[in-house]
């Protein structure tokens, strides 16, 4: 395995939709071990109709829950981005902390709300 990769939900709606940036993305991870979190497949679900893609994207995925340890990377994580006046959504939050607790580069399209975050690896595209 070459390394670890957690997917943002914005990579996994790429993938989703075969766009030329989910293809792209799909040939640099080689035989990377793909992940995702659970708030991912949370944000995933709030799609109202055609889910079945859905189910079957998440069938070829490992599924990271959000844990205590998650929990406390996520207080630590708010906490230092308040101070640095950098605070991003909680649900951003949740998926940073998990990749970092389970030693995952993240793989997403919105590199400015994650630049911010000590420990997290971003995977570039």
Excluded: W, Y
């Excluded at 993938?15 to 293809?23: A, F, R, Y």
Aim: glycine share 2%; hydrophobic share 45%.
């Amino acid at each position: 395995m070459d390394q670890k990769i957690c997917l943002d939900t914005d990579i996994c709606i790429e993938i989703l939709k075969n766009t030329k940036k989910g293809s792209d993305f799909l040939s640099l991870i080689g035989e990377s071990e793909v992940f995702i979190t659970t708030i991912t497949v949370f944000e995933l679900f709030l799609r109202e109709r055609n889910l079945s893609p859905i189910e079957t994207f998440l069938f070829k995925l490992n599924i990271m829950d959000f844990s205590e340890l998650s929990a406390r990377k996520a207080s630590e994580i708010l906490k230092d981005l308040k101070r640095k006046g950098k605070a991003i959504e909680i649900r951003d939050l949740f998926i940073a902390s998990t990749a970092i607790i389970n030693n995952c580069a993240l793989a997403t399209l919105n590199k400015k709300h994650f630049s911010s975050i000590k420990d997290l690896k971003l995977f570039t595209i």
